[in-house]
Nanobody, 125 residues
Framework: QVQLVESGGGLVQAGGSLRLSCTAP????????MGWFRQAPGKERTFIAA????????IYADSVKGRFTVSRDSAKNIMYIQMNSLTPEDTAVYYC??????????????????WGQGTQVTVSS
């Protein structure tokens, strides 16, 4: 069972930036498409961004397009999401996920096989 671990969350002021990381100790993620999702209190988990196994193809939710950038470093077995111009509406628990089946990045959470425990991001106004 692949265990994903997110890190980098925290408290930031509106307009600030954070970079989240996702690793899988003991597992190689280079062959997986991967994604980021978030869940705000009382709301459903929603898609943010995804990247293919090669790192050459990315997709984003409209709400974060132009502010967030997903990337991966296969040599370090890590995926990132750089989040800029944060607003209080970005406050949520952020999750990374791995898709062992599909080549292209996708926004459907049911296509992902493995999930991390999440990291809290809080943006103050």
């Amino acid at each position: 069972q692949v265990q994903l671990v997110e890190s980098g969350g925290g408290l930031v002021q509106a307009g600030g930036s954070l970079r989240l990381s996702c690793t899988a100790p003991g597992w190689t993620l280079s062959s997986y498409a991967m994604g980021w999702f978030r869940q705000a209190p009382g709301k459903e988990r929603t898609f943010i961004a995804a990247i293919n196994w090669r790192g050459s193809n990315t997709i984003y939710a409209d709400s974060v397009k132009g502010r967030f950038t997903v990337s991966r470093d296969s040599a370090k077995n890590i995926m990132y999401i750089q989040m800029n111009s944060l607003t209080p509406e970005d406050t949520a628990v952020y999750y990374c996920a791995a898709d062992r089946t599909h080549v292209m990045p996708n926004s459907d959470p049911t296509r992902y096989d493995y999930w991390g425990q999440g990291t809290q991001v809080t943006v103050s106004s």
